[in-house]
């Protein structure tokens, strides 16, 4: 039987990132996938093929919308769908690809099949063709991401009633896309197909879409898309979907208790994802699961069974990769005997609409509810001449800073390449910087990134162009 210092069960951003760590730490180190590719939700069916199509679908978009006032003149311009689905496959298998080099290149043993405890130092690797493996591990991590979640009276039949998965491998643009949940999900994928033609029709259950989001991104994206053609229904309550052949009828509820029924030829559902832990035999050792059904682990992410660890979707906390990672590398360390850190209330968050929303740090409704008195700044995208040269003068940035020491609390974003812009303030915030921390720093002229300069001096009532 092969005996590794460290098993990873589960390869997406949080599994893939841990074994390279462990590795590179001197850890013998096994990474076991029940899938083909590697790589996770996140290359396969998440991030990757999803921001591909966001990408696709924008040129299409500018070149409908925009190319002519650029004095750009395109005749017959059409949609080729078959291959944006084609090009999308190819950078996934291109990135999944580039992890089975990583793997090589750290002397990663990789086994295909799924991972399950024997007990807490023995894993059985069932493989696709039925045959059984197992290995002895001194640490493992469990690394076994997510799945999406439904409402318990849809039937999800990946046809009409699809999750994300099946919307990043449709054959044809839908005429009428009803997506049940404004999250991130929702709106990035409502946003391909409304780019392509499609109807979409937003069904949201809370007040505002991308709830928990601070409400100033709330307002501006919803404002932005709907200019762009997506239809909102916030407020809404969904009591039925039901697949009639070539059609579903949805019917929700808005607050007042008034019915509405929607019907389109799909319908998108991102109500969330939940963890996954199925066929890992946690019963066998007796691993602790939280009411959420996520594993349980302290602060070193470990379980209540001491040489088991859990990072990425599988735990608490916000379901994104680059936290996923944080955790792999912090998990790998820690099994090295190192003492690493991760401050949670840095990981950003973004939303690869256009324009993109990005965020780090507390809400203004946070601050407001713990009681904190703070600063705030804002700017608008539109006052700046690098925005005005590539039309993409929607959107925000309001910097939220302590009304005494001048900290950057909160930085939220929404705008042109928010998302690539959001580092900045991650950075500046791990070095506790404050406003005039920034309002001080030279910004490139012109860049998007001078909108963060100009809310940090707007914090002290100081903006130069606004
Ligand atoms: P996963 O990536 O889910 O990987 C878990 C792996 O474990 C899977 O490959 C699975 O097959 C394997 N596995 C499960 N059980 C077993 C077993 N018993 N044995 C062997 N293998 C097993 N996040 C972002 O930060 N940015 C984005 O832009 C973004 N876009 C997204 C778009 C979509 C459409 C979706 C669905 C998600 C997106 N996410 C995004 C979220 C991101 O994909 C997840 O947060 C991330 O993949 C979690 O990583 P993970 O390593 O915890 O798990
Ligand atoms: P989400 O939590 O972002 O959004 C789910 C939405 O569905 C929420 O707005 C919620 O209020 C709404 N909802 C819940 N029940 C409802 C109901 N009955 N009727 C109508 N609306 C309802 O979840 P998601 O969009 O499914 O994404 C899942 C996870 O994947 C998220 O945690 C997200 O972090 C991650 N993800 C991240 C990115 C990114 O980082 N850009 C992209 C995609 C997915």
């Known amino acids: 039987m ?9 390869s997406g951003p949080g599994g893939y990132v841990a074994a390279i760590r462990c590795a590179q730490l001197g850890l013998k180190t096994v990474i076991i996938e029940k899938y083909n590719t590697l790589g996770g939700t996140c290359l396969n069916v998440g991030c990757i093929p999803s921001k591909a199509l966001l990408d696709s679908s924008h040129h299409y ?15 017959g311009l059409e949609v080729n769908f078959k291959q944006m689905i084609t090009r999308k496959n190819e950078v996934v298998a291109q ?20 991972g399950s405890f024997t007990d807490s130092t023995h894993i059985t690797i069932t493989k696709n063709d039925g045959t059984t493996e197992q290995i002895e591990a001194t640490n493992t991590i469990i690394a ?6 439904t409402l318990p009276f849809i039937k999800l039949d990946k046809k009409r009633i699809i999750t994300s998965t099946e919307a990043l491998n449709l054959t044809e643009i839908p005429k009428h896309l009803i997506v049940i949940g404004g999250g991130v999900i929702g709106l990035e994928l409502g946003s391909v197909y409304s780019r392509l033609g499609a109807d979409v029709s937003i069904l949201e259950y809370m007040p505002t879409i991308i ?103 599988v735990v608490k906390g916000a379901m994104l990769a680059h936290k996923a990672e944080e955790e792999g590398t912090m998990v790998a360390e820690i099994i090295a005997g190192q003492k690493p850190h991760i401050d949670y209330n840095l990981i950003p968050g973004v939303v690869y609409t256009w324009p993109e929303v ?7 409704e946070q601050l407001k509810e713990a009681g904190v008195s703070y600063k705030s700044g804002t700017f608008a995208m539109r006052a700046l001449g690098r ?23 909160g930085v939220h974003m929404i705008g042109a390449r928010a998302a690539d812009m959001i580092a900045e303030a991650v950075i500046a915030m791990e070095f506790r910087a404050s406003s005039e921390d920034i309002a001080r720093s030279s910004h490139a002229h012109p860049t998007y990134t001078e909108a963060f300069k100009e809310a940090c001096l707007a914090v002290n009532d100081r903006a130069i162009h606004s």
């Open 2 to 10: 092969q005996k590794y210092d460290t098993a990873v069960i589960g």
């Open 61 to 75: 978009y500018d070149a409908t919308k925009h190319f002519s006032t650029h004095g750009i003149d395109v005749k």
């Open 95 to 114: 990135t999944s690809g580039g992890i089975n080099y990583l793997m090589d290149k750290n002397n990663i043993t990789i086994l295909q099949g799924v």
């Open 144 to 149: 076994t991401g997510s799945k999406p979640s």
């Open 211 to 313: 709830p928990g989001m601070d409400l100033m991104l709330s307002k501006e994206l919803q404002k932005s898309l709907k200019k762009q053609g997506l239809k909102f229904f916030t407020g809404h309550k969904v009591t039925s979907v039901v697949n009639n052949g070539n059609e579903v009828i949805i019917t929700a509820d808005n607050k007042k208790g008034v019915s509405t029924e929607f019907k389109g030829d799909y319908t998108l559902i991102s109500v969330g994802r939940k963890p996954y832990t199925e066929g890992l035999g946690l019963e066998a050792i007796g691993i602790k699961m939280n009411e959420l059904n996520q594993i349980e682990t302290n602060e070193q992410l470990q379980t209540n069974i001491s040489n088991v660890y859990a990072i990425g979707d």
């Open 358 to 364: 990005a965020t780090v740090g507390k809400t203004e």
């Open 387 to 409: 925005a005005r040269a590539s039309m993409d003068i929607d959107g925000q940035i309001k910097v939220l800073a302590d009304a005494k020491t001048d900290e950057i609390l």
